[in-house]
């Protein structure tokens, strides 16, 4: 079992930048494919960004592309997400978890999720 702790959200202005981390812990990181999913108030959980047990494949919703990046760093077992460019319908809570199998955009075909972290951009 892989435990996540997501962190880095705040408050920001529209058009700005935050990086998200998500640090993790009990399991073999390395081998493990991630994705980072967002919900905002009153919405459905929503994939954003997935990334490969090593980095070299990443995929992202239409909505975040060319905007977020996705990262990671297998020594440090954290996963990251870089934000750019932020918009106010970017604001929500942003969870990362470890990928089972499946298709990569079904939060059903996630296990171990984070506690969350809450984003929220300004007008």
């Known amino acids: 079992q892989v435990q996540l702790v997501e962190s880095g959200g705040g408050l920001v202005q529209a058009g700005g930048s935050l990086r998200l981390s998500c640090a993790a812990s009990g399991s073999i990181f390395s081998f493990n494919p991630m994705g980072w999913y967002r919900q905002a108030p009153g919405k459905e959980l929503e994939f954003v960004a997935f990334i490969d047990w090593s980095g070299g494949v990443t995929y992202y919703a239409e909505s975040v592309k060319g905007r977020f990046t996705i990262s990671r760093d297998n020594a440090k077992n954290t996963v990251y997400l870089q934000m750019n460019s932020l918009k106010p319908e970017d604001t929500a809570v942003y969870y990362c978890?470890?990928?089972?199998?499946?298709?990569?955009?079904?939060?059903?075909?996630?296990?171990?999720w984070g506690q969350g972290t809450q984003v929220t951009v300004s007008s």
């Open positions: 978890a470890t990928y089972n199998s499946g298709v990569y955009y079904y939060a059903e075909n996630f296990g171990s």
